[in-house]
């Protein structure tokens, strides 16, 4: 069975730095790019940016570039979305996701349970 | 970027009820439509993708059509454990998946 978990809830300071986590099981974790999608309280869906944990190539979002980094550790199938310095408006959920090539495009089909990032001071 | 515009952006209906929700897209996508439903406090799931072909597991009461700019998701008769928010998503252009604002389907 296909699951993506993800990293437990945080509670974080501006300025602080985070890296949450998404273990993948259930397939072979080399074959499918997983990527990040961020949702804020109350409202609807962002695609940040996604990961080839096969040789680590990553794309983002232009609205995320330079904000986020994606990374993965393919011995322990694990994909990470790292801030170096957050802000409060980073606050939200965010999801991991499996994207597969179907009909010649792509879709998101398995979802992390998500992790939400509260930053406060 | 290309922006994607659903309507309505919410709808009140009853069991049983056909429902139709639109994404609009502010360029052609082709058929590179995706459609996610989403319920409170859980994470999307996918129902649909290239604008008409449904996931495995997704009842036949949903479907979908379009192509270009405009698509359409249809719920032939609404069931209880249909009430969600519906978001379609656009794969036209590798670094800008944009999402629809989503479409919340509630009980009348």
């Known amino acids: 069975e296909v699951q993506l978990g993800q990293s437990g809830a945080e509670v974080k300071k501006p300025g602080e730095s985070l890296k949450i986590s998404c273990k993948a099981s259930g397939y072979s974790f080399t074959n499918y790019w997983i990527g990040w999608v961020r949702q804020m309280p109350g409202k609807g869906l962002d695609w940040m940016g996604m990961i080839d944990p096969g040789d680590s190539d990553t794309r983002y979002s232009p609205s995320f570039q330079g904000q986020v980094t994606i990374s993965a550790d393919k011995s322990i199938t694990t994909a990470y979305l790292h801030w170096s310095s957050l802000r409060a408006s980073d606050t939200a959920m965010y999801y991991c996701?499996?994207?597969?090539?179907?009909?010649?495009?792509?879709?998101?089909?398995?979802w992390g349970q998500g992790t939400m990032v509260n930053v406060s001071s | 970027d290309i922006q994607m515009t659903q309507s309505p952006s919410s709808l009140s209906a009853s069991i049983g009820d056909r429902v139709t929700i639109t994404c609009r897209a502010s360029?052609?996508?082709?058929?590179?439509l995706n459609w996610y439903q989403q319920k409170p406090g859980k994470a999307p799931k996918l129902l649909m993708y290239?604008?008409?072909t449904l996931q495995s597991g997704v009842p036949s009461r949903f479907s979908g059509s379009g192509s270009g700019t405009d698509f359409t998701l249809t719920i032939s008769s609404l069931q209880p454990e249909d009430f969600a928010t519906y978001y379609c998503?656009?794969?036209?252009?590798?670094?800008?998946?944009?999402f629809g604002q989503g479409t919340k389907v509630e009980i009348k």
């Open positions: 290239a604008a008409s």
């Open positions: 998503q656009h794969t036209y252009s590798t670094l800008t998946w944009t």
């Open positions: 996701v499996r994207r597969i090539a179907v009909a010649g495009t792509w879709a998101f089909d398995f």
């Open positions: 360029q052609s996508i082709s058929r590179y």
